[in-house]
Nanobody, 132 residues
Framework: EVQLVESGGGLVQAGGSLRLSCVAS????????IGWFRQAPGKGREGIACINDEDGRIVYAESMKGRVTISKDNFKGSVSLQMDHLEPSDTAVYYC?????????????????????????WGRGTQVTVSS
């Protein structure tokens, strides 16, 4: 069973930066692709970015494009999300998700998922609060 744990959230002033980390364990797959999402109070879940565990391909959603960088550290077995120029509207719970198949993860990230496909695993989330 895949388990994901996020860390790195916290309180930051507008214009500041945070670096989130996602560590996965227990994956039965040869490759576990990781995506980052967020959910603000009263809003639906929104994709941010994902990275292919096999070849490093990256997809960024429009939500935070240009202000975030996703990367993976094969030695640590983690995927990071560097977030810069944060705004109060970025306040949300940020989640990482793991999926053995690349295409469904991309569809979830870019908002084109319409088949009801459920991703393999989700972390519990980490709170990011941006003050004005």
């Amino acid at each position: 069973e895949v388990q994901l744990v996020e860390s790195g959230g916290g309180l930051v002033q507008a214009g500041g930066s945070l670096r989130l980390s996602c560590v996965a364990s227990g994956s039965p797959y040869s490759y576990l692709h990781i995506g980052w999402f967020r959910q603000a109070p009263g809003k639906g879940r929104e994709g941010i970015a994902c990275i292919n565990d096999e070849d490093g391909r990256i997809v960024y959603a429009e939500s935070m494009k240009g202000r975030v960088t996703i990367s993976k550290d094969n030695f640590k077995g983690s995927v990071s999300l560097q977030m810069d120029h944060l705004e109060p509207s970025d306040t949300a719970v940020y989640y990482c998700a793991g999926e053995g198949a690349w295409a469904p993860l991309v569809h979830h990230i870019d908002g084109t998922e319409a088949s009801g496909y459920q991703l393999d695993a989700w972390g519990r989330g980490t709170q990011v609060t941006v003050s004005s």
